[in-house]
Nanobody, 113 residues
Framework: QVQLVESGGGLVQPGGSLRLSCAAS????????MAWYRQAPGKERELVAS???????NHASSVKGRFTISRDNTKNTLYLQMNSLKPEDTAVYYC???????WGQGTQVTVSS
């Protein structure tokens, strides 16, 4: 059973950067397709970025050029590098194994001055 644990969230000023991590266990991480989602207060959960087992990535238009999804299969870890953060990026960020359907517990990102 896939287990996912996110970390790296926090409070950052507009224009700042954060790197989120998602540690996976319980399976062979390298075969999983993975994704980052986020959910802002009062809004539906939305897809931020995805990466296949082979390393093909896609990013939502709202974050393209600012966020980068990546993975390190030797560390069983998924990453989301977030640069040029905006207040509208404030949300709880979740990682998901799109292969198994497993979700992490989420990590809060707050962008505010």
């Amino acid at each position: 059973q896939v287990q996912l644990v996110e970390s790296g969230g926090g409070l950052v000023q507009p224009g700042g950067s954060l790197r989120l991590s998602c540690a996976a266990s319980g399976t062979i991480f390298g075969i999983l397709n993975m994704a980052w989602y986020r959910q802002a207060p009062g809004k539906e959960r939305e897809l931020v970025a995805s990466i296949t087992a082979g390393g093909t990535t896609n990013h939502a238009s709202s974050v393209k050029g600012r966020f980068t999804i990546s993975r390190d299969n030797t560390k069983n870890t998924l990453y989301l590098q977030m640069n040029s953060l905006k207040p509208e990026d404030t949300a709880v960020y979740y990682c998901k194994s799109t292969t198994s359907g497993a979700w992490g517990q989420g990590t809060q990102v707050t962008v505010s001055s």
